[in-house]
């Protein structure tokens, strides 16, 4: 953790530390069990975080989008413009 934290010092970003790293700890333990819950649990399923404007980040509070049910490709969206409105 120490190495993470340290890494925002070193402009490489913003990164997960202090109590945050809790918080982004439990958000991926619960994600885990809505996904079985959702029954994507085996099949598999992403748990995404989006964070700036490139992103399309429109709510500024930690959370995670888990998104499954169907095979999905890479990259992400290949292609596709998509405008934030």
Not at 5 to 21: F, H, K, R, S, Y
Request: hydrophobic share 40%.
């Amino acid at each position: 953790m120490a190495q993470l934290c340290q890494a925002w010092a070193q402009g490489w970003g913003p990164v997960v530390c202090g109590e945050d790293t809790l918080i982004a700890g439990n958000i991926m333990q619960a994600a885990k069990v809505v996904a079985r819950e959702a029954g994507v649990g085996d099949s598999g399923y992403r748990l995404v975080f989006n964070t700036g404007p490139d992103s399309l980040q429109s709510v500024f509070h930690i959370h995670g989008h888990l998104i499954g049910g169907e095979r999905m490709g890479w990259p992400l969206f290949p292609g596709e413009s998509v405008g934030h409105g």
